[in-house]
């Protein structure tokens, strides 16, 4: 998507370890124009799927996925990275996250993940897809349907991209980046 590879060519920052910092428009503080374009994009690029429900992971997804729940008039619901002690009824699983060297649990509701839910992802970035399977696993102890992953940022050369649509999933990335070496932002065409 042309507008989004623009502000990143103009604003995204390279960090040692293939990080892209994107703070000033996605991550921190955010361009609600940009983010209604982007939402559009998904809803035009998922347009032959039949959708019933939005999902994201906590915190970053959360902007993108409401934007696109709000267009297609669809319910948001995010995964949790805490396990609230009110709740039950919880799926779990774990995460490794490399941004942060960690793992961690992210859980869901099965009041707002269920049998038969056809479950449209959407976040902000996709690296190794570490996040992505970890949202396979809740959608599929839900007895739910994941039709497609939606991702503002693929950058291809941590292949978790590759594994997905290897998986036959329907992946739509609105920009994908080759290559961070030696801290160059390099967007394919
Ligand atoms: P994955 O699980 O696919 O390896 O990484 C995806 C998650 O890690 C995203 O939800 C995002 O929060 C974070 N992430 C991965 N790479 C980057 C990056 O280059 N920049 C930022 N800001 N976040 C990233």
């Known amino acids: 998507m042309k507008a989004l590879k623009e502000r990143i060519m103009r604003d995204g920052k390279c960090f040692e370890g293939g990080i892209l910092k994107v703070d ?19 809803v035009r690029r998922f347009a032959s ?25 669809l319910p948001v619901v995010f995964a949790k990275k805490k396990k609230p002690s009110t709740m039950e009824n919880m799926l779990t699983t774990t995460v490794y996250s490399f ?3 960690r793992t961690y649990d992210v859980c869901v509701s ?3 993940l269920c049998p038969g839910d056809r479950v449209l992802f959407i976040d902000d970035f996709l690296a190794n897809g570490n996040a992505a399977k970890g949202i396979i696993d ?14 503002l940022i693929e950058k291809s ?5 590759d594994y997905l649509r290897e ?12 290559s961070l070496d030696n801290c160059q932002i390099k967007i394919k065409e």
């Open 24 to 42: 000033s428009f996605i991550n921190h503080q955010m361009d609600p124009i940009l983010m209604k374009s982007m939402a559009v994009e998904f």
């Open 49 to 73: 799927t039949k959708i019933n429900k939005v999902m994201t992971i906590e915190a970053s997804g959360i902007a993108p996925a409401i934007m696109v729940g709000y267009l297609l008039e």
């Open 99 to 101: 941004t942060k060297d």
């Open 110 to 112: 099965k009041d707002y």
């Open 138 to 151: 809740l959608v599929r102890k839900a007895g739910a349907e994941l039709v497609g992953m939606g991702f």
């Open 157 to 161: 050369f941590q292949h978790g991209g």
């Open 167 to 178: 998986q036959g999933i329907h992946v739509e990335s609105l920009a994908i980046i080759e």
